[in-house]
């Protein structure tokens, strides 16, 4: 069963640049992008650095150190759909901001490229 928690004020998350959140004992990056939201585990797949160091453009969440590039929508890498980080799902009512957590794994989890 999903699961509702609360991560950030609406406010908090802009255009462009996302926001690092700490839910769930995960660190997951939030973005705001053309309107939409998404929330991407906060660690990229090259190295494992964060990707709320980075931005968000033309759909996809892109790794500030050395530029690899994952979607927003699924979280797969660019270069080999193979690879993944985990999204999860996210939704904003009444001026907040929430991700939801299941009994089931993220998509992508486990994935390597
Ligand atoms: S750590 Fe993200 S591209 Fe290298």
């Known amino acids: 069963m999903m699961e509702w928690r609360q991560v950030a004020q ?7 640049l996302p ?8 660190q ?7 309107g939409r939201l998404y929330a991407l585990l906060d660690r990229c ?17 892109v790794c500030s150190y050395h ?16 690879g993944r980080i985990p999204v999860y799902p996210v939704k904003e009512e009444n001026g907040l901001i929430y991700i939801g957590f299941g009994s089931e794994l993220p998509a992508g989890a486990g994935s390597d490229v």
């Open 10 to 16: 609406s406010r908090e998350v802009r255009e462009k």
């Open 45 to 61: 797949l090259h190295q494992g650095a964060p990707l709320s160091d980075g931005y968000a453009e033309n759909n996809y969440a």
């Open 19 to 26: 926001k690092k959140v700490y839910c769930n004992g995960e």
């Open 28 to 34: 997951i990056a939030v973005y705001r992008h053309q």
């Open 67 to 82: 530029g690899w590039r994952f979607a927003l929508e699924d979280g797969h890498f660019q270069n080999n759909p193979a």
